[in-house]
């Protein structure tokens, strides 16, 4: 499966921003999708992950409560939708695609990759 994400941008503090992830080839059904981010100088980092039926997700606990994450298996599509962003927000981030069950943190879980959108939040 191919991944693209896009809709990053600079934003103020405080903004909300909502992150696509559209695929191509096979689709995303049948993967557990995700969503990882990677600051300057830093490791790359889970962000929020939801299971291929779209009825369970996971979160970071630096995003719980300000990011949501669903998806539309008929349009082949992953959201991440960003609110109430603080400058620490400020990263390059992926869509991911992982095949099996549980919720998994690490990036080498993960078979699949997009190719990053910036987010930059502005104090």
């Known amino acids: 499966v191919q991944l693209q994400a896009s809709g990053g941008g600079l934003v103020q503090a405080g903004a909300p921003l909502r992150l696509s992830c559209a695929a191509s080839?096979?689709?995303?059904?049948?993967?557990?999708m995700a969503w990882f981010r990677q600051a300057p100088g830093m490791e790359r980092a889970f962000v929020a992950a939801?299971?291929?039926?779209?009825?369970?997700?996971y979160y970071a606990d630096s995003v719980k409560g300000r990011f949501i994450i669903t998806r539309d298996n008929a349009k082949d599509t992953v959201d991440l939708q960003m609110n109430s962003l603080k400058p620490e927000d400020t990263a390059v981030y992926y869509c991911?695609?992982?095949?099996?069950?549980?919720?998994?943190?690490?990036?080498?879980?993960?078979?699949?990759w997009g190719q990053g959108t910036q987010v930059t939040v502005s104090s």
């Open positions: 991911a695609a992982r095949s099996g069950a549980g919720w998994k943190l690490r990036q080498s879980d993960y078979d699949y």
């Open positions: 939801i299971s291929e039926s779209g009825a369970s997700s």
């Open positions: 080839g096979r689709g995303i059904s049948g993967y557990v």
